[in-house]
């Protein structure tokens, strides 16, 4: 690739007083350690700057814990790896293309070998235009010109310093660099205001469930083991799938996520017995809880199983169980929702035990665990609020989740348009 092939080709022309520039012509240095020095770690030394210390805020950890000494006679080429306030640090191994200023606290650290170190001109250049352009698509795309897909990617000093990038006068890098700065302080305060109302958003359904199942009116409840309101039954697995009829779907754990059933993934065995598969057939109404996993989070969780419109008979894996409600005494609905409740959540915690890594659900305690049972008429008008209540509070989730999408893509459409030398206000912006 020749040096002229790479540009940050925003806009079929620049405007007025742009000009293209190549980085290494714009820098006082642009210089990659030399991978033959040798490192040895001390206790005191040098602080050693490493790639994996640069976050994705484009900030660096201070914290530094490694230290290296430095042999005599590599201090020549040492004093090119020492590090300076106001200098770029650019990740060329690994989290590749993160770039951040080097602060005041880490002037006179050292950098390691997947780092490049970017001493801007200050007479060509101005230091937090030139970041825009490091965080911009437009120069992680260039990157990806030089570093295609491999199976380790790296870049050399004299490759970066190969772009081209669309500079204009230094006034207007300032007066961009400065609006810039603006609008992403208010994306930022856009960004938190969002994510504060999905995390409330995402609160609700505990505290639906809460408001039910710890109010005065269920203390009012009768109280009735679990298992005196449901069968319990293990499931079953079987033989590698095939194409003969005695295969079925099974559902699993991982088919249970975050209260619903999931149909992706779904794992076919082979069950020859007729016997068992009627035994463990799944019916719209019953509940899967997971009685066995790797993680305390994950056991015990459970979901409503409702048949699918694909017509097929679904069974159940012997890492779950089959809680089948008895008809006329508990609606499968309101079951499953007081499992899903606090109330019900923190009987889990005392109902584990581990084998080898593998934690278990104590099926007994988890049967005879005491469940507050009103009338069925008020479960089923308790189910029924709650359903409304929780498809709510579905939609409001995937409606913020889409508000703060949008959000994290507008700092992107901000560098677009100060490249093109259009920015606007905040409340202008549309994401191209």
Not at 34 to 52: A, K
Not at 125 to 133: D, G
Not at 318 to 335: A, K, Q, Y
Request: proline share 5%; with cysteine; net charge positive.
């Amino acid at each position: 690739m020749t040096e002229s092939t790479v540009q940050l080709k925003e806009a079929k022309s620049l405007p007025q007083g742009w000009r293209w520039m190549r980085l290494g012509d714009v820098c006082e240095e642009v210089y990659r350690y030399p991978t033959y020095y040798n490192i040895e770690y001390v206790e005191q030394g040098v602080p050693e700057v490493r790639g994996e210390l640069i976050k994705e805020d484009g900030t660096l950890e201070t914290d530094l814990t490694k230290y290296r000494f430095i042999a005599k006679e590599t201090s020549e080429g040492y004093s090119r790896t020492v590090l300076r306030e106001g200098d770029f640090v650019l990740s060329v191994r690994g989290s590749m293309g993160r770039v951040a200023v080097v602060p005041n606290e880490l002037d006179g650290a050292n950098m390691t070998a997947n780092l490049i170190r970017i001493s801007p001109s200050r007479t060509s250049i101005y230091s937090p235009f030139l970041k825009l352009v490091f965080l911009s698509t437009y120069f992680q795309s260039a990157l990806e010109q030089l570093s295609p897909q491999t199976t380790i990617r790296t870049i050399k000093a004299p490759m970066l310093k190969s772009i081209s990038i669309a500079l204009p006068p230094l006034p207007e890098q300032k007066r961009i660099a400065t609006k810039v700065e603006e609008l992403m302080k208010d994306v930022e305060h856009a960004r938190l205001a969002c994510e504060a109302r999905l995390e409330a958003a995402k609160a609700l359904p505990q505290a639906y469930l809460r408001q039910v199942f710890e109010s005065e009116e269920a203390r009012k409840w009768e109280r009735r083991r679990l298992g005196e309101l449901c069968g319990g039954d293990s499931g079953v697995w079987g033989d590698p799938g095939d194409d003969s009829p005695s295969c079925f779907p099974i559902l699993r754990s991982n088919n249970i996520q975050n209260g619903t059933m999931v149909f992706d993934d779904v794992a076919v065995r082979k069950v020859i017995e007729s016997s068992i598969v009627d035994k463990k057939r799944l019916l719209t109404g019953d509940i899967i809880v997971t009685t066995s996993s790797g993680s305390k989070n994950l056991l015990g969780k459970s979901a409503l199983f409702v048949q699918p419109p694909d017509g097929s008979e679904y069974l159940f894996s012997n890492f779950t169980m089959r809680l089948r409600s008895h008809e006329g005494i508990v609606e499968p609905t309101f079951l499953y929702f007081y499992l899903q409740s606090p109330r019900a959540k923190q009987t889990l915690t005392l109902l584990q035990d581990t084998t080898t890594g593998l934690r278990n659900l104590d099926r007994t305690g988890f049967l005879a665990q005491i469940v507050p049972i009103p009338s069925l008429t008020q479960q089923k008008r308790i189910a029924t609020e709650l359903r409304a209540k929780m498809e709510e509070t579905e939609k409001l989730r995937a409606s913020i989740e889409k508000q703060l999408e949008a959000i994290k893509a507008l700092p992107q459409a901000i560098l677009r348009k100060a490249f093109r030398g259009e920015l606007w206000p905040i409340s202008q912006m549309r994401i191209a």
